[in-house]
């Protein structure tokens, strides 16, 4: 599903897939939506639109080229069954607050969880382009965890 959603975004994306071994493939184009499945175990999927953009990636790493697009990643892996010691921003007791929440210390607990990271070319907080791929990806990313 997130594959098939970068290749309609990116018709001729460059993909390349790393697993837990470091095996590496690449695929361009519609070969990366029938041939990888992007929530496995483990994956990290770097996204390019086309040769100029992975020429740029490997010049500049993830940044906005002057068209407003950039390179971005994403990380997906499953947690093992063990607390985890997170930062969270966001107040969970009062999120209407005035004033933003210092960041505090949490611990998630449960099973089957799945920790994704993206790796936008820019702040999602003042860049468009990666809060749309950020929005975007985290919605793929609850809908296929509400299908398990």
Not at 13 to 38: C, F, H, P, R, W
Not at 112 to 121: A, D, H, K, Q, Y
């Amino acid at each position: 599903m997130i594959d098939a959603w970068v290749v309609g975004m990116w018709p001729s994306v460059i993909a390349t897939y790393m697993d837990s071994d470091n095996n590496q493939t690449s695929k361009v184009g519609e070969k990366v939506a029938i041939e990888e499945n992007t929530l496995r175990c483990w994956v990290e999927a770097y996204n390019c639109r086309d040769e100029e953009m992975d020429e740029f990636w490997e010049e500049n790493g993830y940044a906005l080229m002057p068209n407003g697009q950039g390179p971005f990643g994403v990380t997906i892996f499953n947690v093992e069954n063990k607390p985890y010691s997170i930062m969270i921003s966001q107040d969970p007791l009062n999120e209407e607050r005035s004033i933003p929440a210092e960041p505090l210390e949490a611990y998630l607990i449960g099973r089957n969880l799945i920790c994704i990271c993206v790796i936008t070319p820019d702040s999602i907080d003042h860049d468009d382009f990666s809060k749309q791929i950020y929005d975007e990806l985290m919605s793929l990313c609850l809908e296929l965890a509400s299908q398990n």
